[in-house]
C-alpha cells in the first residue's frame, strides 16, 4: 500500500503532507508564525500577540499548521507551547528543489547541444 | 508603496506571490503538471491526458499555475502550449530555505552553548 502510494506521485513523497504541507505556507498569518518560531519555542499567547485576529481564529491557524506536521504543540504549566518541525519543512523544501535541479539539468543538456552545434560551424 | 509591503512581511518576498505560489503546490494534479514541465513544455491537451479529469476542470489547474506565475501559455498554431518558470518555484524554495537555515543557525549557537557549558564542568 505504502509502495503503490509511493510509486502513484513518482517521488517517494507523501502527496497528502505536500498537500497539507504547501497549503499551511499559503497563509501570511502561517508563515509569520512558522518565522517566529525558527527564532525558539513560543506560547500560543506570545505567538497570536502580533496579530489583530480573535484567539479562536488564531487557534486554527496554529492547528492547520499542527495537522501540517509543521509544528507540533505541547500543554506546559496551563501553557500550550508550539515547536518548529523543521525537518518537515525540509520535505517541502526537498519537493521544490528537485524539480528546479530537474529543470537545471535539462537546461544544462540543451546548452550543451546548442554549444556542440555551434562548435560544429 | 514597495518598500512599506517589503517591510511588512521582513523578507523582502512578495506576500501575495507566495500565497498563490504555495497555494498552486497545494494540489497533487498541479504538481505533476509541474513535474512533467521540468522536462519541457507541453500542449495543455498533453498535460491532460494521464488525468482522469475533465477539460475544463483541468484548464482551472492550469489557470491557477499560470495566476501563480508558476508557468506561462502560448497560443501555438491553435494550441496552447504552456512552459515552466522555473525561477518563481526558485522563489517558493528561497523563503522555505531562509526559515530552515534560521532554524539551523539557532541549533548551532545551541550546540555552542550546551558545548561550552560543556568544557566547564
Given at each position: ?62 492547528r492547520v499548521l499542527e495537522a501540517a506536521g509543521l509544528i507540533t504543540t505541547e500543554k506546559q504549566v ?44
Amino acid at each position: 500500500m505504502v509502495l503503490l502510494r509511493l510509486r502513484a506521485n513518482h517521488s517517494g513523497f507523501d502527496a497528502e503532507r505536500l498537500e497539507r504541507g504547501f497549503q499551511a505556507l499559503a497563509d501570511g498569518t502561517r508563515r509569520a508564525v512558522i518565522a517566529r518560531l525558527t527564532k525558539g519555542e513560543a506560547s500560543v499567547a506570545d505567538l497570536a500577540a502580533p496579530f489583530d485576529i480573535a484567539l479562536p481564529s488564531f487557534l486554527q491557524h496554529v492547528r492547520v499548521l499542527e495537522a501540517a506536521g509543521l509544528i507540533t504543540t505541547e500543554k506546559q504549566v496551563g501553557v500550550r507551547m508550539c515547536r518548529l518541525e523543521a525537518q518537515r519543512l525540509g520535505e517541502l523544501e526537498r519537493w521544490i528543489s528537485g524539480y528546479q535541479a530537474a529543470w537545471r539539468t535539462r537546461l544544462d543538456r540543451l546548452g550543451d547541444i546548442l554549444g556542440r552545434k555551434g562548435d560544429m560551424q
